[in-house]
């Protein structure tokens, strides 16, 4: 029997109004990797928020190998050997890789820091857990998976023993995943505890040797892994039944062309060419997915596309109609929608209330506008109602501000409001991109709808499953040009996967 | 509900401002309640007074306006001083230089000053647009300009000189002037004029296309181009707006107080604006109190100087002191958000 770590009985924690958890009992043993699986909000970050004293339980008791503890602060936490890895991080981008092992952290004796001694350190903890990282790097320029390393590192370097992870994996590219997975490995099998908080059934179970469900607070149960299946833990997540496999009935294309992309290059930000001479071409009926790791000019395609950026060179045609260099209002005109990747900047003013972002885009459209000076409160209110209540929004009411909203129900606005102008084209980036369980099925089905009404949909997206469940074609983009084209039929992710990282990239 | 709220908040730091005050009147050695009582009276023991204040506070509103116009559309109008003094001066000009049939003259003075103040917001609108230049700073130079340039025409030597020593101009025509509310009061129809502004503001920002365009611009300018909201041209719109209204204020001083153009007319009216919409928290009805508030200080500081209990400089502290209690801690929230957004975005790079 392996030795236990940490035990909590009755863990229960109250907001003024919300109970995020109640009356949890949880042990947690050295050499196992526990997930921790809930929807959004169902209370697996401020159950382990408790644990690692960045709030105070309302009731319950910790133990720690044994013995009763409180934690009142993470310094507590970390000194029992307590160590957590948050999803945003708490690095210091301008101080390196070594300065930020002992930030607050300070062990050495005098004044000043022995630089040769941590570093010796570092690079013992990277060899021993595949964390590969320059101790003298500023994190700044890091990338995200390397800072996620560094913070691994950090915990690791300030002794932790039980280490908890809360969602590593939602920033992260499919190969940075995998390595994250080697060291998660790595470290169980030198014997720590190790809690995996997530909402994607996959990994918990390709990762995780037991795994605990929370639900609206309260634990719904804990199973090994290795009895667990998918379809059991998403019904244990939900409380009902959930349908996985999406129904993807054949849908017979007339092959007429929708959305054409000519040679098309633009640049980023920066001025530095991102999107270079790309050719793509979406059809009724069907949904062209486009894979790619994270900054390789996806972005830019779509955003090119959407009239949100200059083109350089090339064209964009939506359904015979050339609207290369329309602005975003002239672009949608034409029968193209766009669900941006970035619903809390792009997709919505959050400060605006429900009704006022459920018009954003058609403001000057009757009856929202009267005679285009005026604008009917009245008009926009109902239209609003109309929309939440198709789309299912859970919300207070429809002058409620969209900041109020949780994820899933802000991109329940977005594509409300975007499918309903009825569109021929519809480009969707991430759609689905931190949204649970709950909110994936909600977005696939939508989609999927659409493409049964004929629409055409580009499908840009970082995670493989969803491409593969649900486009007709896949893309591949690497370093701003497409390197490939497959079926998702007649290949698989690790296929996709290679592509991605520019290896055989010959078009088939 | 919320008004409520936000007018309890501004009276406890009105109240935190005068205690504050009140140590320091202490401490000099005047007495505090004589102060208090002055300042009190100067600007609400009777119709006259009360009317002084009303005067004081009409171009705070119009210039309150100004600020938080622009501020909607997430843009800092610091030089609604000199789309007033523009306005002012312009308004009056045409008020001599043609003559023109009674309610007319005045309507095409009015139209003239929020030209001239639209134009003085327009440059900086249009620098931001298409240029980039920051109009925190555009703004305030050009205020400096205005300043300057309409200090040199009125001044002796200057081309619009109308007075013997004093730099201003000929008396407006009679059929120029707004006239007084209250006689024997400074008080003019234009205080009339702003609380119209205020309900035309109030409708542009709530209730039109345009205006939910512009605070759509303010609150996320990234969403708003998605939903294909031209920012360039908006935040131009919002400048042209700004100075507009100030110029406008500028055009009621000139027109309904001094009947000229009158150096150094304004104590600063452009920079209470500033205050006076942080203190509206950037909503035209909130501009009414804060003009209200500012005008009470004046006119009440003007009693305390009156009455020689206190040096004018001290009571200078009180106001300033009042101010800063009100407008603290909305600037603290927006500076804080500021803040965050800034070492959100930083921390996003990767």
């Known amino acids: 029997m392996p030795k236990e770590a940490v035990r909590m009985e009755g863990i229960t924690k109250r907001f003024p109004g919300v109970t995020a958890n109640e009356g949890i009992d949880l042990s947690l043993y050295y050499g196992e990797v526990h997930g921790l699986l809930g929807e959004n909000g169902a209370g697996k970050t401020v159950l382990m928020s408790v644990l690692y004293g960045l709030l105070r339980p309302t009731e319950g008791q910790f133990y720690l190998n044994d013995q009763p503890v409180s934690i009142d602060n993470p310094a507590v936490a970390i000194r029992a050997g307590i160590g957590m890895v948050h999803q945003h991080f708490m690095l210091v981008p301008q101080l390196t890789v070594a300065e930020n092992m002992v930030v607050g952290w300070e062990t050495s004796k005098g004044p000043l820091l022995d630089r040769r001694h941590i570093n010796r350190r570092i690079r013992e903890l990277s060899e021993k857990y595949g964390l590969e990282v320059e101790p003298n790097a500023i994190v700044e320029g890091l990338s995200v998976g390397e800072q996620q390393r560094v913070e691994i590192l950090k915990a690791l370097y300030r002794g932790a023993e039980v280490l908890i992870l809360d969602e590593p994996t939602a920033t992260l590219p499919q190969q940075e995943v995998d390595a994250l997975f080697d060291t998660i490995r790595a470290l169980r099998d030198e014997g720590k505890a190790v809690v995996f908080i997530t909402h994607k059934l996959r990994e918990a179970l390709t990762i995780c040797d037991r795994i605990t469900v929370l639900r609206k607070g309260k634990k719904e149960g804990t199973v090994p892994a290795g009895e667990a299946t998918e379809t059991q833990l998403a019904e244990m997540m939900v409380g009902r039944e959930v349908v996985f496999e999406v129904q993807r009935d054949r849908v017979a294309s007339e092959r007429r062309p929708l959305l054409q992309v000519e040679r098309l290059s633009a640049d980023d930000d920066r001025g530095v060419s991102a999107v270079r001479e790309v050719d793509l071409t979406v059809h009724d009926h069907e949904i062209l997915g486009v894979a790619g790791v994270q900054g390789n000019g996806q972005s830019e395609l779509v955003e090119a596309i959407c009239g949100l950026r200059r083109v350089r060179g090339g064209r964009v045609v939506v359904d015979g109609e050339v609207v290369t260099k329309a602005t975003p209002r002239e672009v949608a005109r034409v029968g193209l929608v766009h669900i941006p990747e970035d619903r809390q900047r792009r997709g919505l003013v959050l400060n605006f209330s429900v009704a006022e972002n459920a018009i954003l885009g058609r403001q000057y459209e009757a009856p929202f506008a009267v005679r285009r000076v005026g604008q009917s409160k009245a008009a926009i209110a109902s239209y609003a109602r109309q929309l939440v209540e198709r789309f299912s929004v859970v919300v207070p009411g429809v002058h409620t501000p969209v900041r109020a909203l949780s994820g899933g129900n802000q991109q329940r606005v977005i594509l409300a409001r975007e499918l309903d102008r009825q569109p021929k084209v519809i480009v969707a980036a991430q759609p689905t991109r931190g949204l649970d369980v709950g909110g994936i099925e909600f977005v696939w089905e939508q989609l999927l709808a659409m493409r049964r009404e004929g629409v055409g949909i580009l499908l840009v997206s970082m995670d493989l499953d969803e491409l593969m469940t649900l486009a007709d074609r896949l893309m591949v983009m690497y370093q701003g040009e497409i390197v490939g084209e497959r079926k998702p039929r007649e290949t698989d992710k690790q296929e996709i996967g290679l592509m991605m990282l520019g290896g055989a990239g010959e078009t088939s | ?350």
């Open chain 2, 1 to 350: 509900m919320k008004l409520l709220r936000e007018l309890g908040i501004i009276t406890i730091s009105v109240s935190l401002g005068l205690g504050v005050g009140a140590i320091i009147t202490a401490a000099t050695g005047h007495s505090v309640p004589a102060v208090f009582r002055e300042l009190v009276l100067g600007a609400f023991s009777d119709i006259f007074r009360f009317a002084n204040t009303l005067m004081r506070a009409t171009p705070v509103l119009f210039t309150s306006l100004s600020f938080l116009i622009a501020f909607r559309a997430g843009l800092f109008n610091i030089g609604a001083e000199g789309q007033l003094l523009m306005g002012g001066f312009f308004a009056a000009w045409a008020g001599f230089a043609f003559s023109l049939p009674p309610v007319i003259h005045v309507v095409v003075c009015l139209l003239f000053g929020a030209a001239v103040g639209g134009l003085w917001g327009f440059i900086p609108g249009w620098l931001r647009a298409y240029r980039g230049a920051n109009e925190f700073v555009t703004t305030m130079m050009l205020s400096y300009v205005a300043l300057y340039l309409t200090r040199w025409f009125v001044s002796p030597g200057g081309p619009f000189h109308g007075g013997r020593m004093a730099a201003r101009t000929v008396r407006i025509d009679a059929t120029a002037e707004l006239p007084r509310m209250i006689t024997g009061t400074q008080l003019s129809w234009g205080i009339v004029v702003g609380f119209v502004v205020v309900l035309v503001v109030w409708y542009f920002l709530f209730r039109t296309p345009r205006g939910y365009e512009m605070r759509a611009v303010g609150l996320r300018a990234t969403a708003a181009e998605y939903g294909g909201v031209n920012i360039a041209r908006t935040q131009v719109l919002a400048l042209a707006i700004a100075g507009v209204l100030a110029g406008l204020g500028g055009a009621s001083e000139t027109l309904g107080n001094h009947r000229a153009f009158v150096e150094g007319f304004s104590p600063g009216y452009g920079w209470d604006g500033i205050a006076g919409g942080l203190i509206a928290r950037a909503h035209p009805i909130g501009a009414i109190f804060a003009a209200l508030l500012m005008g009470a200080l004046r006119a009440g500081g003007a009693g305390v100087d009156r009455a020689g209990v206190a040096p004018r400089d001290l009571v200078e502290v009180l106001q300033g002191l009042v101010i800063l209690f009100v407008v603290a801690p909305e600037l603290i929230r927006y500076l804080s958000r500021l803040w965050n957004r800034r070492r959100a975005h930083g921390r996003a790079q990767p």
